[in-house]
């Protein structure tokens, strides 16, 4: 036989006229597929809905992961630890004052007190210490965590609530309605928060105090307990701080006014309001969710940072900021009481902004891969 030249670029003439020839049906094509043929042969893709897809590609984002992980302990530590401890924020107890915390060797004074008092010392009993008042540091880093998780949470919400309404009105209406807002809003954001923060709890705290002592309940109980300045502070979030919020809203709903869904909503004769509620806030839930994760890193830090000037909490209430500012006047012999607290707050605040940048990837259809 002649062998074929592999280097010869002339086509193989007898396996194309082989291709071409029609194809002979056989027998055995005609026979009926079985169950496993037919399960094989069309494979149907599984529907996924838009927030079961968002957390598919959130889970691929481990940073995201672990600060969601992070989050969820904090938030166990927060409000199921005090449970563990036996102790409340304010529970002082007599003869063990300044107790060390389990890593440091307790001072001759400390344990010559213990036993003057008829304390029996345990290094077990108060794992980070007490204060000087006898207060258990790891009972009160917990309620510190709970406060400032709490006021962080329930100042975005109001953020949340007030720049979705505003931005969304502003954004479908247009015209002379959009531009006043949008002025009043770069007013509002020119205007320092903590010269409001401050004026509000001056003016209010006269009237808080009055109204708590001639009103009797749970409500002036709980006024009484958070006090003026924290007060002031939800105030402040509702009247500053939904001006980013707006903005986003706002551009947002630009863009979803033009779409053909809300087109035929109003030629159905929907009105404006239900437009905005069934139809352009619903399509902006992701941006709501992800700049409401931004904001309350933001919640907390201020929160934290009026409390480590005293215009915060008001004792023996007590929050991250609060607890960092009782550490720094006996930094040098108690470092820990400053360290601790910091630790926990920069952890918390860095969690929630990792988690929000991973859940703004997972959110925004233009990044799915």
Not at 87 to 106: A, F, I, T
Not at 175 to 203: F, H, K, N
Not at 230 to 252: A, E, K, N, P
Not at 253 to 260: F, P
């Amino acid at each position: 036989m002649k062998k074929k030249n592999i280097m010869t670029l002339h086509p193989d003439v007898d396996t194309i006229l082989k291709m071409n020839e029609p194809y002979i049906p056989r027998p055995e094509d005609y026979e009926r597929a079985d169950e496993h043929e037919k399960e094989g042969f069309i494979t149907k893709a599984k529907s996924v809905s838009y927030w079961a897809d968002a957390w598919r590609r959130l889970k691929k984002n481990k940073v995201a992961m672990i600060a969601l992980c992070v989050i969820i302990f904090l938030v166990l530590f927060a409000f199921v630890g005090p449970a563990f401890t036996g102790y409340s924020y304010s529970m002082q107890m007599r003869g063990e004052e300044n107790w060390p915390p389990v890593w440091e060797k307790p001072q001759e004074s400390v344990l010559r007190k213990a036993e003057t008092d008829g304390v029996t010392f345990d290094p077990w009993k108060h794992v980070l210490g007490t204060d000087n008042l006898g207060r258990d540091n790891l009972t009160r880093l917990m309620y510190g965590t709970r406060i400032s998780l709490c006021i962080g949470i329930a100042a975005t919400l109001i953020v949340v609530v007030i720049g979705s309404i505003v931005g969304s009105i502003a954004g479908y209406a247009g015209g002379a309605v959009d531009v006043i807002i949008m002025r009043v809003t770069e007013i509002i954001y020119s205007i320092p928060d903590v010269l409001i923060i401050l004026l509000l709890s001056t003016a209010i705290k006269a009237n808080l105090t009055e109204y708590i002592n001639s009103h009797t309940g749970w409500w002036p109980e709980f006024l009484n307990t958070m006090g003026g300045n924290l007060v002031g502070i939800f105030i402040t979030f509702g009247l500053i701080y939904w001006v980013s919020m707006s903005r986003i809203i706002r551009g947002q709903v630009l863009m979803l006014k033009q779409q053909e869904y809300v087109t035929a909503a109003r030629a159905l004769g929907a009105s404006s309001s239900r437009i905005i509620r069934r139809h352009l806030l619903p399509n902006c839930i992701g941006q709501l969710v992800v700049t409401a994760c931004l904001q309350i890193p933001s919640a907390i830090f201020l929160e934290s940072f009026l409390s480590f000037l005293g215009m915060g909490v008001s004792a023996p209430l007590t929050s991250l900021g609060s607890m960092a500012s009782d550490g720094l006047s006996g930094i040098y012999t108690y470092p820990y009481r400053l360290i601790v607290p910091a630790i926990v707050l920069s952890v918390l605040i860095l969690s929630f902004n990792l988690f929000g940048d991973g859940l703004r990837d997972a959110l925004d259809p233009r990044l799915k891969k």
